[in-house]
């Protein structure tokens, strides 16, 4: 594959990248950009549900969040693109890809609206949700874990990042937003099903067979 098939995964990695290096020379940018759960509520800055996709806490955070995203992110809007047409496949994409970023929010925000301490940032939901649609789309495939040296399946590995995410999450203190994870994940495995529904039968059909 070129560059050039997939187009809007490289534009999202440029302007992700861009934003986030110029915040962290910016306190005040970065600040206005962050999720906010406080602010969103009582100052109405209902964008930045959206905003602090594109913004990263240091250079590790956003190598980090790009590198998956262009290592999955690459191959479903390919993917898309060859069901669903470019037009389309992109579409479906940026949808994933935002969507699943904002979902990602939603539990993080109910918990926090009255808490003016708690503020986050990062695509680290908005990447769940790209890597879970690719888990679903092809459970066969593999992915190697950080000091891991061996293949593993792409469903089992969605299993037990679930798993570890839950746990995290119950577990709390730190400052990972693992529920921003957990709901980024599943939106990601919605979408795949919902629009392409055999991709979920597939895949239950993959994991008993």
Known sequence: MTLLQ????IAIIILTSLISIVAFKDGDLKYKLLLYPYRMRHNKETYRILSHIFIHADYMHLIFNMVVLFSFGSIMEHLFNVSFGSELGSFHFLILYLAGGVVATIW???RNSENPSYMSLGASGA????LFA???WIPYG???VMFIPI???AWLF???YLLFEFYMNKKGGGKIAHDAHIGGALFGVFYAIIIEPHKGTEFINYILG
Request: aromatic share 8%; with cysteine.
């Open 151 to 153: 293949e593993i399946p």
């Open 108 to 110: 993080p925000c109910i």
């Open 127 to 130: 990447v769940s949700a790209i």
């Open 158 to 160: 969605g299993i037990l």
């Open 142 to 144: 593999g992915i190697y």
């Open 134 to 136: 690719s888990i679903i």
């Open 6 to 9: 997939y187009p809007i995964t």
